[in-house]
């Protein structure tokens, strides 16, 4: 069984709330825009943590994470991703590397807008955890956690809290 904490777009922003809402998962997911190599050391001091860089990251950023991630976690096949879009709507990068690797669950960031939505086409779960950090348009911060056990994505929860 793997507890996933699934995060996305920090801008260099990461508190005690978001914090205390990842405690108890396994492994942190980060969808990309973390912002600077100082907030994902932060990251990464919580939990072991997988990520992508996004498209307002640095050289610090992208020398150490790359620009996609494909995984296999307790029987289903991830790709993680920054830009992605949503079923019908795909950046074409991301339809390109959906296609090639017909993932379970596909998890993007970027929009800052929570989305979770199965896409019946391509037969996969798209994550997006919105945005955890202060910057962008979004007035609500978000986080997903989920637990994925023997294939199956289950107890799925959602974090919010103001942007202030």
């Known amino acids: 069984m793997a507890y996933i904490g699934l995060i996305s777009d920090t801008h260099c922003h990461f508190d005690d709330k978001l914090k205390a809402f990842l405690e108890p998962v396994d492994t942190i997911w980060h969808a990309g825009d973390f912002g600077n190599a100082e907030t994902a050391a932060q990251i990464a001091r919580v939990k072991p943590l997988v990520g992508v860089y996004g498209n307002c990251d640095g050289y610090d ?3 150490d994470y790359p620009v996609c ?3 296999d976690v307790e029987g289903k096949k991830v790709l993680m991703m920054h830009i992605g879009g949503y ?5 074409y990068r991301a339809l390109r590397l959906i296609e090639a690797h017909r ?3 596909f998890v993007c960031g970027h ?5 979770v939505v199965n896409d019946r086409h391509y037969n996969m779960l798209v994550l997006n955890p919105g945005a955890a950090g202060l910057q962008g348009f979004h007035l609500v911060r978000t986080a997903l956690r989920f637990r994925i056990e023997e294939g199956v994505v289950r107890d799925m929860e959602v974090g919010e809290w ?3």
Do not use: N
């Open 69 to 71: 991630q494909v995984m």
């Open 111 to 115: 929009s800052h807008i929570l989305k």
């Open 87 to 91: 079923p019908g709507r795909y950046d």
């Open 162 to 164: 103001p942007r202030v």
């Open 103 to 105: 993932p379970d669950i």
């Open 61 to 63: 950023i992208r020398g």
